[in-house]
């Protein structure tokens, strides 16, 4: 997917990301295979198994069994964001170990990877002190090649240990259709395959929620992708067969969620007795570029005309629904109005918002010939997180950023017509508004 147009959940992001290319993942054998912390199989990426316990989750056990506060992290796309695996695990949680006060990081945004998840990883999740972090990317990085994977899922890796070495980490793997086929044949499709080299890097557990669903459906006992039955003809049909989706993609709640919640449990079984409790080893990276420097720095940071306007919640309706995840937002409405700001590294993003007031910007960097990027598509007939892709894989040194408001608005009707949607109201898709809240860098902000 196109970083410039990359956009993330809130509202209806379910059918944002059904309409991307996002998926390819998975693959299958229900069996666990526990392997010492450092000692990750050659055939791992060949033979998948439900859950692969490596080094397991000794320091979360320990603290569950020993009660008081435990935290326990999601970081994740939409699948993760319902009202699913996610509270599900949580609740789980809490009835095997009563003794612990057990709480919940929401770090779910729909329709967002790795690449995302490396940037925001401190103020969403580090920032709270987890025991555990549970990281669920598979279906949305299943576009991504897999050195992009490498680098954004080992600095997540490498964030957390990094910033407490005490905290265990899980990757979880979901799935969509396009997985069936592949899970079903016992192979490992690209995102897995690469987002397990580097847990078998690192000894981290995993789980592989699809490979039950998969089997499931292969043996006749359950459909993948369906309305729920009204009449009672259609539950005579169904039968005793789960219903897992109705997209094939987000699971009921009831069903394929609870299939999902089944997964993590009999994985969490075999993890018990696997280590001891240590801090975990910061080894040599799997790859050099990997992101462990990726950062979210709030947008004050940067140099901004006179013409930005913090938005403040609860004053605000944007504020109020964008606050937990952005850091700070802003928004500059005229044509000229902009940011500036120097840094070093190598890639440089804006964590923004698109939609239907929105207009576009010029991003000029270095000496390079200035480019527009919309903030606005096919989707905006409501605000949304996004990502603003200002310079990538630059060479490491200084680099000097601008981005200015374009004084002309995207064609909107052209673009919403798409999707077939139109203007509800002119006046309010009219405008040139640029709301952003803060600088994804891979590097440091310069004064």
């Known amino acids: 997917m196109n970083c410039i147009a990359k956009t993330l959940g809130r509202g209806s992001y379910f059918e944002a990301m059904i309409a991307s290319p996002l998926f390819r993942v998975l693959t299958t054998v229900l069996s666990c295979t526990t392997f010492a912390a450092g000692a990750a199989s050659a ?12 080094g397991g989750v000794p320091n979360l056990t320990a603290k569950l069994r020993a009660g008081g506060e435990v935290r326990i992290a999601y970081l994740g796309g939409s699948i993760t964001a319902q009202d699913g695996w996610r509270p599900k695990t949580l609740n789980w949680f809490r009835q ?17 990877g ?47 240990w990094r910033h407490d070495p005490a905290t265990d980490i899980c990757f979880v793997y979901t799935l969509e259709g396009g997985m069936l086929e592949t ?18 890097h690192y000894g981290i557990p995993s789980i592989n929620l699809g490979l039950e669903v998969a089997r499931l459906e292969k043996a006749g006992k ?7 039955p009204r009449t009672e003809a259609e539950k005579a049909a169904l039968g005793d067969k789960i219903l897992f989706s109705p997209d094939g993609v987000h699971p009921y709640t009831d069903s394929g969620h609870q299939v999902y919640l089944e997964a993590v449990v009999r994985s969490f079984a075999k993890f018990q007795g696997v280590g001891k409790p240590a801090p975990h080893e910061l080894r040599a990276p799997f790859v050099a570029d990997n992101w462990e420097e990726a950062k979210m720095v709030p947008l004050s940071q940067a140099k901004l005309s006179p013409g930005w306007r913090r938005l403040q919640a609860p004053a605000d309706s944007l504020a109020r629904s964008f606050g937990d995840r952005l850091p700070e937002l802003w928004v500059a409405r005229e044509p000229g ?7 070093r590294g190598t890639t440089a993003r804006i964590y923004d918002l698109v939609g239907p007031d929105c207009g576009q910007v010029t991003i000029a960097v270095d000496d390079r010939a200035p480019m527009v990027a919309p903030r606005f598509d096919a989707f905006c007939t409501y605000h949304r997180l996004a990502t603003l892709s200002v310079a990538e894989g630059l060479p490491a040194g ?22 077939n949607e139109k203007m509800d109201d002119p006046k309010r898709f009219n405008g040139t508004a640029w709301y952003a809240g803060g600088l994804l860098l891979i590097g440091e902000l310069m004064e």
Do not use: W
């Open 337 to 343: 109005e902009g940011v500036s700001f120097k840094f």
């Open 222 to 228: 359950l459909v993948f992708k369906g309305e729920k």
């Open 114 to 160: 790795s690449d995302l998840g490396a940037f925001r990883l401190q103020h969403d999740v580090l920032a709270q002190k987890p025991d555990l972090l549970f990281v669920e990317f598979a279906v949305n990085d299943s576009g991504a090649p897999p050195e992009q994977i490498y680098r954004c899922m080992e600095g997540i890796v490498r964030q957390t």
């Open 96 to 112: 095997q170990y009563p003794a612990a006060q057990v709480s919940e990081i929401n770090a779910a945004i729909g329709g967002t």
């Open 183 to 200: 899970l079903q044949q016992g192979r490992l499709p690209r995102s897995v395959s690469a987002t397990e080299k580097i847990a078998g």
């Open 398 to 419: 200084v680099h000097t950023v601008k981005i200015t408001i374009h004084p002309e608005q995207p064609d909107k009707v052209k673009i919403l017509s798409q999707r």
């Open 43 to 54: 055939d791992e990426a060949a033979t998948a198994a439900e859950c692969q316990a490596r």
